[in-house]
């Protein structure tokens, strides 16, 4: 299974279709508001050609899904703290968002690669069918932990996921396939024609991370890939 072509499934209402790879705001727009916070969402996705948001997903010391990308709010929000050892009602004063706050926001015609730090066990799930339906529309979860993966996996079979990984290896190709994944998402230093081709042939999509310049993102566009993560200029191109 393959996500749906650009313009169906990226384009935005009064925005020229466009084919090509998804252009995902990586943790938003975090020159304008914080990394992964409710304004830098809305920043990214007022951006023309912003497709849709890639943010990180972590629990609260009360279980509560969180967007928050660190263990700690110490080089985000200024607070030398573990965000386990904070309720999730604490967090959101901290300007940390719950998950479920970020889906009530976010449009659902915005696509979402919405990455796992660690096994969220049944109550991501639940959160993630209660916004984005049982089917998790025009979403995908991607993480670099098996577990986490495996769960998403056990509980929500049918949902898409992509294998993380820094390299696209056959070993790498060979987990995601172990896991039943739809794709990978590799950095994007280690993907060329070859290495996509090789996924590909495997069945698997392959998305890339995180791209910060207009030239990299239209080089890596050639490669065939269904998805690129990117911030700084490359979100503005």
């Known amino acids: 299974m393959t996500l749906p072509p650009v313009p169906g499934a990226g384009a935005l209402p009064g925005r020229p279709p466009r084919r090509g790879p998804l252009r995902l ?9 914080p990394e992964n916070s409710l304004a830098a ?3 990214a996705l007022a951006i023309p050609g912003c497709d849709g948001l890639e943010f990180d997903v972590r629990l609260s010391r009360d279980g509560v899904p969180i967007v928050l990308h660190d263990a700690s709010l110490e080089r985000v929000q200024g607070r030398p703290v573990r965000a386990d050892r904070l309720r999730a009602e604490e967090l ?8 479920e706050a ?9 696509f979402l690669d919405i990455e796992l ?4 066990g049944r109550a991501g799930v639940e959160v993630l069918s209660a916004g984005r339906g049982p089917g998790l529309v025009h979403a995908v979860i991607s993480s670099f932990e098996v577990p986490a993966l495996r769960t998403v996996r056990q509980l929500a079979e049918a949902w898409p996921a992509w294998l993380n990984a820094d390299s696209l290896g056959p070993e790498v190709v060979e987990r995601a396939e172990r896991l039943g994944c739809r794709g990978v ?3 994007w230093h280690a993907l060329d024609q070859a290495s996509v081709s090789a996924a590909s042939e495997h069945g698997l999509e392959v ?3 995180t791209v910060r310049e207009p030239a990299v993102f239209d080089r890596l566009t050639g490669l ?3 998805a690129i993560c990117v911030e700084d200029a490359a979100l503005d191109a």
């Open 224 to 226: 065939g890939l269904v």
């Open 25 to 33: 705001a990586h943790r938003g727009d975090h020159r304008r508001a």
């Open 117 to 120: 730090k660690e096994d969220l």
């Open 207 to 209: 998305a890339a991370w």
């Open 92 to 99: 959101e004063e901290l300007g940390v968002p719950t998950l």
């Open 41 to 43: 969402f809305e920043a």
């Open 185 to 187: 998402a590799i950095e």
């Open 102 to 110: 970020v889906l009530a926001v976010v449009p659902h015609r915005a």
